[in-house]
């Protein structure tokens, strides 16, 4: 692990980051990763899971990347379906529809890529979720992939749905659909094909990313696999409903306190 208490204090206080001179600038991937993992050493709680930003063309094109990238679940930032959420010095100001997983068995380092077959027969069940990301970074677009990691890959609050599924594999995610609502009108729908072509092809992107970085992922953690939205404009006082259909719903309130 390498520390930088910058990052630490940025992501504590929800502060940008003002002199990047003094700032510890990760020289590859590998050694974003190791940065990232303060996030985790400095939480109260075990890690909670992962989450994998930019999985589709708009999603990239947001914080200007042409892959994706992962960042930890860190379980201060979590929220139940219902919660109201807080917009101070949040800059982004977008909320996401995603997929999420949790893990059913741990996943520890191999020497060849998990196949789709074992990444299906890792999880316990689906649930609906909400991601409301954020950056550390003023230019968090122009800052490139291996900062973007180390500022936790423009994590922020994450909303879970309150009753998961466990019996979905009968349910085609590349086709399924998200009707997204703001202020009890639908704005548009979510595909998942637009997660990576698919949530499970996300999934399975992100245990072989973090095996190839010899990152285990644990039983009983939690992915969101990305947004399968354009990402929404929300502001203090907006309501945002995402409708997964048969997988349930999630839904939140945003505040300015």
Not at 204 to 213: G, P
């Amino acid at each position: 692990m390498l520390k930088d208490n910058d990052y630490i204090n940025a992501w504590d206080n929800k502060l940008i980051h003002k002199n990047l001179q003094n700032l510890f600038i990760p020289k590859n991937t590998e050694e974003a990763y190791k940065l990232q993992s303060n996030y985790q050493a400095y939480s109260k709680h075990d890690l909670f899971g992962w989450k994998i930003a930019a999985t589709s063309i708009e999603g990239q094109e947001h914080i200007g990347v042409n892959s994706p990238i992962a960042g930890r679940l860190i379980k201060e930032r979590l929220y139940k379906s219902g919660d109201n959420v807080s917009l101070i010095s949040n800059q982004m100001k977008v909320a996401e529809a995603e997929f999420s997983f949790k893990l059913n068995k741990d996943i520890p380092k191999k020497n060849i890529p998990y196949t789709y077959e074992e990444v299906l027969d890792c999880i316990e069940h689906i649930c609906p979720a909400i991601e409301i990301p954020d950056s550390r970074f003023l230019n968090f677009d122009k800052i490139g992939k291996d900062l973007l990691i180390a500022d936790n890959a423009c994590a922020g609050e994450y909303v879970l749905g309150n009753n998961p599924t466990k019996f979905w594999k009968h349910i085609n995610l590349k086709n399924f659909k998200v009707g997204c609502y703001k202020n009890n009108q639908l704005i548009g729908y979510g595909i998942g094909s637009n997660v990576l072509e698919g949530p499970i092809i996300a999934l399975s992107w992100l245990i072989n990313e973090l095996n190839s970085y010899n990152i285990t992922l644990y039983s009983g953690q939690t992915i969101l696999t990305g947004t399968c939205i354009k990402p929404i404009t929300v502001a203090e006082g907006d309501n945002i409903v995402m409708d997964f259909y048969e997988l349930g719903k999630v839904d939140c309130h945003f505040s300015s306190t």
